[in-house]
């Protein structure tokens, strides 16, 4: 099943997208499938945890799953990082998150 | 001027396989890589992740990967330029190009290969008013010369490998180490961790957690720096310090390549996919990662392919009179520049009585 999630791009502008649950994809690919920021600006590390270029903030109060240490120690060394500051590579696509609505943060 | 068949410009695995298949071409490499030491990616961001879908290897981890390309290649000899990066292409009058490295280190070669991933790496900087008025005026993001800081009074940023090590060795040089860090947890190997904490009870590294620098002064060179805590009166201090070290790791920039007149897509250098993975400049060829085409995908199997077909572009182009036709390793074994050989052993013939 698809689930409908609105990505505020770099520039302001407000994107609501489909998203499938059935395909074990992350919101940091959701993004890229979607083209809302340019290769090579997004998701540079793959999806390790390993870069912040997919950060995002929250801003709908989803119940999102924990942070793992990795996404924790990645996002103390990111910059512009808010309370609401996750790494859209570990957030999964789930049925629960539909409505989603989350805005990507600055090019580092 | 170091000379070579094929310049290439990045050591991560893509490049490190051309140099094998240039060299059952006798094609000799010469390779420059911005990090410290080859294999790009693999060993500088993820060596001890396992990549599943390297052909033949169920399970690899990154770091051996880079290790088996480091062997496979050695029967022929390539030059290595690390730690430095690839800034200024010329081309000459005999169709060859000469590139000149930041360091000023020349290489000629009538063929380069773009091998370069993301990119080069460099410093991630953190987002400070003035930072870059202070750069080499008391702020640095690498540590050249630890020297430098002898009885100074040092404030490094940062909670990675290379903020707790540069802590540990600095406390025995400059007059004051202060670590800051966003969050009390650093991520690091264990032995560092427990030396930072060692160093800190007794007293000869200043841990301020969690907290970060929120501001820098000075005039014609860095004086101190605006320490915020994390806590919940958001307390400033100013530190009073002569050099400021944020290690906030490396974050990959295509760089100089893209002015080299090259057609970039998407942050990526446009290649001919029907043939050769040549650029839109003869004789400049762009593999692996840094590279689109239609239905371009970044994956190191990719890389490798790419890489391969481009050593027969070159050969045609570096030979353009010479006939070849592809050998099968199988075939025509691995002979190597220093002489080695390796073949398939011969079959026995012998009758059976």
Known sequence: MDIKIKITDRNGVTHEVDAPTDMNMNLMEIVRSYELAPEGTIGICGGMAMCASCQCYVQSDHDLPEKSDDEEAMLAEAFNVEDNSRLGCQIHMTEELNGLEVELAPEE | MIKSDILIIGAGPTGLFAVFEAGLLKLKCHLID???????????????????????????LAGELVDNLMEQIKPFQPGFTLGERAEIIQKQKDDSFVVTTNKGTKHNAPIVAIAG???????????LENLSKFEDKGVAYIIKDPEVYRNKKVVIAGGGDSALDWSIF??????????????????????????????????????????????????AKLEAVIVKKASEDEEEVT???????????????????????????????????????QTNIPGIYAVGDVNTYPGKLKLILCGFHEATLMCQSAYQRIFPDKKYVMKYTTVGGVTGFDGSKKEAPKAVVKAIE
């Open chain 2, 117 to 127: 991933g993301l990119g080069s790496f460099e410093p991630r900087k953190p987002i």
């Open chain 2, 34 to 60: 911005a990090l410290p030491q080859a294999g790009g990616q693999c060993s500088e961001i993820y060596p001890k992740k396992p990549i599943y879908d390297i052909p033949g290897f169920p399970e690899i």
């Open chain 2, 170 to 219: 600095l406390a025995d040089v400059a007059a004051e180490v202060t670590l800051v860090h966003r969050r009390n947890e650093f991520r690091g190997a264990l032995d560092s961790v427990e030396k930072v904490q060692y160093l800190k009870n007794e007293g000869k590294i200043k841990l301020i957690t969690p907290a970060e620098i929120t501001g820098l002064k000075g005039g």
């Open chain 2, 239 to 277: 530190l009073e310090v002569d050099n400021f070290i944020p290690l906030f790791g490396l974050s990959p920039k295509l760089g100089p390549i893209s002015n080299w007149g090259l057609e970039i897509e998407k942050n990526a250098i446009k290649v001919d996919n029907t043939l050769d993975y």
